[in-house]
Structures are given as structure tokens and as C-alpha cells.
């Protein structure tokens, strides 16, 4: 079964966004690959970004510093939520090794948007045995 071996796990919320926003942050422990997903609604004002970003395990199971996951490491290419660019869903998958992992909404002026970001964890190592 397919749900044995995938995920969802939410990093941001379905909200309207008006400011920069962390996303949840997502452990990939028992997962070999990620996508995130993306569901951009009605945008009403330009300037928000969407980036994508990797922690490593800081040695207490909590994700240490988070840095920006390198375009090598993506499948794929992060959408931009605009007037022109809204009410679409997309995905990008994750191609690196970093055990946590977030999404960021970045308002760089006067950005104005409903969306959401998921991340589908797959190829579980371990299927739940619940």
C-alpha cells in the first residue's frame, strides 16, 4: 500500500500570507526522498517568495542552522506566487541528504497570498506497523 510508504507532513500552513513566514520544520529520519507540494491560491499583490531550505541534525534529534538547499540538490523549479502566477498547484523534489528540512514565504514588499506547502516524505525505511 502506498500510504505505508509516503507522508504528508505540513511546513506552511493554508493562510493568507502577508509577512515572512519559517515553515514547520520536517523530519526526513525514516524517508529516502521528499517533495514538496505546493498550493498557491488567489494572490492579490506581488512579492512573495517561496525558498526552500535544509538543516542538518544537530546531534539532539533538532534540526541545527538551516541554509538554502542548492539548486542541485531540487528537481525541478520553486514557483513564485504572483497576480499573474496564483490558483495553481506544483511540485519540486528534494534531491539532498540533509535530515530536516522547511519551507520559507518571504515578503519582500507589500506580497499579499493564499498558500500552503507540503512536504510528501516517500520510500519509507520503516512502514508503521500500526
Known amino acids: 500500500m502506498l500510504d505505508q510508504h509516503i507522508s504528508p507532513l505540513g511546513t506552511i500552513e493554508a493562510a493568507a500570507y502577508t509577512a515572512t513566514t519559517n515553515g514547520a520544520d520536517v523530519d526526513l529520519a525514516n524517508f529516502d526522498a521528499a517533495t514538496f507540494v505546493f498550493d498557491i491560491g488567489v494572490v492579490t499583490a506581488d512579492d512573495l517568495v517561496f525558498t ?24 525541478g523549479v520553486v514557483p513564485v506566487p504572483t497576480t499573474a502566477l496564483d490558483q495553481l498547484q506544483a511540485q519540486v523534489g528534494y534531491l539532498g541528504n540533509q535530515r530536516f528540512v522547511r519551507a520559507v514565504v518571504t515578503d519582500s514588499g507589500t506580497g499579499d497570498g493564499v498558500l500552503s506547502v507540503v512536504v510528501i516524505a516517500g520510500k519509507r525505511r520503516r512502514p508503521d506497523l500500526t
Open 52 to 75: 526552500l531550505e535544509e538543516a542538518p541534525d544537530d546531534g539532539t534529534g533538532s534540526p541545527g542552522a538551516y541554509t538554502l538547499v542548492a539548486a542541485a540538490d531540487l528537481d
